[in-house]
């Protein structure tokens, strides 16, 4: 068996477009019928269900509402 491994020189959104088309494939080598993706406006979900053909995608984001942990606007 052969895996890759995929680096990135920097983190920005500019990385999205290749992890999701690499998770894509992997997903489809291994036979996984749902992935999960972060997303905080809605982008990273939608590319993800237009490259993830096939593919069930859920989206979680995090709570919107607060200066800091625990301390409301």
């Known amino acids: 068996m052969e895996e890759k491994i995929v680096y990135f020189d920097k983190p920005c959104p500019g990385n999205t477009e290749e992890v999701l088309r ?3 494939k992997r997903a489809q080598e291994l036979g ?3 992935i999960v993706v972060a997303t ?3 982008n990273t979900a939608m590319r993800a269900i237009e490259i993830c053909k096939g593919i069930k ?8 509402g607060w ?5 409301r606007n």
């Open 22 to 24: 690499v998770a894509q």
């Open 32 to 34: 996984i019928k749902t």
């Open 40 to 42: 905080n406006e809605g």
């Open 57 to 64: 995608v859920v989206a979680v984001t995090h709570a919107t």
């Open 67 to 71: 200066k800091a942990p625990m301390r």
